[in-house]
């Protein structure tokens, strides 16, 4: 006589994060192939191990470096490691002992204060490399259109207050379902936890706010990086600077294209799907309650794609490094910098610029 009548618990589930998928509607067979625990745990380690390396390859070329352009590009590239690294080791210490232990949500976390912290996390250093990819392309923006209007580079410590400016930022977008906008529920096959796509007015502004702001991420960094790529171009095919080519430019303009190539294919996908998604379900008025199967499938699958990124970015940086590049292609050689391309410039300044 104590206990609620089945329709009440329900009612009252659905409430909380753990009324967004059925968890026993008999998906067994899908679950074993799409939520595989070894896809989990091999590509967490591989993205751990990838990460660390990154990161030691990046300190140990901060150290050798006197060029205060390219160390504050290093910063922000050491800030885009560690916050992948710190994404993978998060979530993975969460998704991957579900998929061994397969301990009960509602047993364990029946407050839903570790689905909120793992939500959290997913939007937090989801949100994260996206605009600390589209802050990059707009310092080198700056950095090769502009290269006179400032008189000197940004600093370490202005690269690290900008990388922390980007993390406050995102932190506070994951904060706002903890603050009252919008909902982390428990996502299929029930082990992480992530935006609640249901068409109720808190979920769907909160969806669009996460998905729109990293789309306009990336069209800002495509934008960015497109106008720096054709002006090095434009450069390199001028007949009086041809032999002076801006070896360490170009670096870090390869890798930055890398970057923005691989969120563009692992990102995109995902964010369209969770835009179209609620934007679909709108006519509903908020009675949909419950995910649809193939809604939640999709959803799992463009996660996996999202992973991706986290896996590849280091390489990026560990590939396309000139020291890499120099050992298969031997011809590379270093040159002058980018003040070589212009040699009308007071010498004045040429010394003043050269010794910054």
Not at 303 to 320: C, E, G, H, K
Not at 334 to 343: G, T
Request: charged share 15%.
């Amino acid at each position: 006589g104590d206990m609620e009548p089945p329709n009440g618990s329900m009612a009252a589930q659905v409430d909380t994060c753990f009324g967004v998928f059925n968890a026993s509607d008999g998906r067994s067979d899908a679950q074993n192939s799409i939520a595989s625990p070894w896809f989990s745990t091999a590509f967490g380690l591989i993205g751990l191990c990838s990460n660390l390396f990154a990161l030691c390859v990046l300190i140990s070329s901060s150290r050798k470096l006197s060029s205060r352009t390219r160390s504050s590009f290093l910063v922000f590239l050491c800030g885009l490691v560690v916050t992948d690294f710190m994404g993978l080791l998060v979530t993975a210490s969460v998704i991957i002992p579900y998929h061994f232990i397969k301990f009960t949500w509602t047993k364990v976390d029946p407050g839903c204060h570790l689905c909120n912290f793992l939500g959290f996390s997913m939007v937090f250093f989801g949100q994260c490399p996206l605009l600390l990819g589209a802050t990059m392309a707009g310092e080198r923006f700056f950095g090769i259109n502009h290269p006179f209007s400032r008189s000197t580079s940004i600093s370490k410590r202005r690269a690290w207050s900008i990388v922390g400016l980007v993390w406050g930022f995102s932190s506070l977008l994951g904060l706002l379902p903890v603050l009252g906008l919008g909902q982390y529920t428990l996502q299929y096959p029930g082990s992480w936890c992530f935006l609640t796509l249901l068409p109720d007015t808190g979920n769907v502004v909160f969806c669009l706010l996460f998905a729109l702001l990293g789309i306009f991420s990336v069209l800002l960094s495509f934008i960015f990086n497109t106008i720096s790529v054709v002006t090095l171009c434009r450069v390199y095919h001028d007949r009086e600077s041809v032999q002076r080519r801006r070896d360490s430019e170009v670096e870090m303009m390869v890798q930055l294209v890398g970057i923005m190539i691989i969120a563009t294919i692992c990102w995109m996908p995902l964010l369209i799907f969770i835009v179209q998604t609620v934007l679909q379900q709108l006519p509903a008025d908020g009675h949909i309650r419950m995910l649809p199967t193939e809604t939640q499938e999709m959803l799992l699958i463009y996660i996996r794609m999202v992973t991706w990124n986290q896996i590849l970015d280091p390489w990026v940086y560990i590939l396309f490094r000139r020291a890499v590049l120099q050992r298969i292609y031997p011809s590379l050689r270093p040159r002058p910098s980018i003040l070589s391309l212009y040699p009308v410039l007071n010498p004045s300044l040429r010394r003043k610029f050269t010794s910054d």
